[in-house]
């Protein structure tokens, strides 16, 4: 099967699962520890069953729908990656400009491996910035900045990763010695990429990238990707720092990372814009439940709270 004969999702991922070296499927694929969460997102929508009104004339399909002020041809939007770039060259550029063809937006993550700019340049639709705040205060006041002045239209803070999920796939795979330069701890992984030229020439084309050019830390420049545990772990964001957030932004604030009516209370009254509701796709916290069920707790709190 090739990319021309996909149909559905399940056929993308049997296409990725081919030509992506194992660590690199499994960092998108995986989940935190037992993956119970990760498989709850997919079961809850298994459980939605739809009631249909027949006898309805729709000349023409419109899922048209405005969010914050934006209209999108769709009813959603793509959430942001890490490091795409590690799947695809220029990933992060070739998804934004998909979502423009596609007609919605494009989330761009801090941790992206493309420049904020450089996606601008590739998309046509309306771009957001995802907010991680490695490094402190003023290395993400200078990234806000940066995507203010490019022109990105909202900032995505993210909550839910206070530490790194336990991704248990990535620590089988090898990631962490890889992402330290440690090759030597890396040797027994290295089949994975012998077995996958094609994947292995596309990466060092692009320009084998193991930094991330969103986050400029003073005296370093742009953050290496070893980094990225430790200085996530060292800058958690908290309910206060909405206040800078907000100041420095001067536009719509999403919070990322909600699944409860109390922290959707938290957010609004810490002046978010929108809310999504989310478990970072079970990638964090096992064990909770799959965000489509928390949805409705979220919508009640945010309807209360906002009458
Ligand atoms: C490989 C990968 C990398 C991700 N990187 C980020 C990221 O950098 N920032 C972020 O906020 N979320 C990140 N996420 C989480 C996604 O944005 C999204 O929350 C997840 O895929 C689940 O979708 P949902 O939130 O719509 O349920 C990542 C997800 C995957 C699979």
Redesign the pocket.
Known sequence: MGLASAVNIADLRRLARRRLPRLVFD??DGGAEDEFTLRD?SRAFDDVRFRPHQCVAVPQCDLRTTVLGTTLALPFLL?????SRMFYPRGEAVAARSASAAGTAY?L???SGTRLEEVREHASGPLWY?L?VPGGRAVAEAAIARARAAGYSAL?V?IDTPVSGMRERDYRNGVRPLLAGDWRGSLPHLWQFVTHPRWVMNYVADGAPRVFPNVELPAVGAMPCSDVSQLLASTVITWSDFAWIRDAWRGPVVV?GIHTADDARCAIDAGADAL?V????G?QLDGVPG?LRALPEVIAASMAALT
Not at 79 to 83: D, K, S, T
Not at 278 to 281: E, I, K, L, R
């Open positions: 960092y998108i997102n959430a942001p990656i890490g490091f989330i993550s801090t941790f995802q991680y995505v993210t990322k999504v989310s478990n970072h796709g990638r965000s």
